[in-house]
């Protein structure tokens, strides 16, 4: 079982910056896929961004390719997400996900076996 806990929500303005963080419970993190989804009221949940720790390689949705960054802290199970130039649109609750083997569709959620609890996201205009 893993368990995965987000921080670094907050409220920002447009064009402001936000790093969220996800913490992963066991000590290992290898060869899984991690994932950011996010959630807006009366939307669907939708991938973010995905990264396969085993190869090092990133995934990113259209939306958010040149604003946001995932990246992953092996040593301390820890996955990031920063995300620049926000707007608006980029509003909703962000969840951090995790799959038990190294295969993922990655804007599949279920695809992945494990989530956080989520953090709120707010980009006012």
């Known amino acids: 079982q893993v368990q995965l806990v987000e921080t670094g929500g907050d409220s920002v303005q447009a064009g402001g910056s936000l790093k969220l963080s996800c913490v992963a419970s066991?000590?290992?993190?290898?060869?899984?896929?991690m994932a950011w989804f996010r959630q807006s009221p009366g939307k669907e949940r939708e991938g973010v961004a995905a990264l396969y720790t085993g190869r090092g390689s990133t995934y990113y949705a259209d939306s958010v390719k040149g604003r946001f960054t995932i990246s992953v802290d092996m040593a301390e199970s820890t996955v990031y997400l920063q995300m620049d130039s926000l707007r608006p649109e980029d509003t909703g609750m962000y969840y951090c996900?995790?799959?038990?083997?190294?295969?993922?569709?990655?804007?599949?959620?279920?695809?992945?076996?494990?989530w956080g609890q989520g953090t709120q996201v707010t980009v006012s205009s």
């Open positions: 996900a995790a799959t038990k083997i190294p295969y993922a569709r990655w804007t599949m959620a279920d695809d992945y076996d494990y």
């Open positions: 066991r000590d290992s993190i290898r060869n899984r896929y």
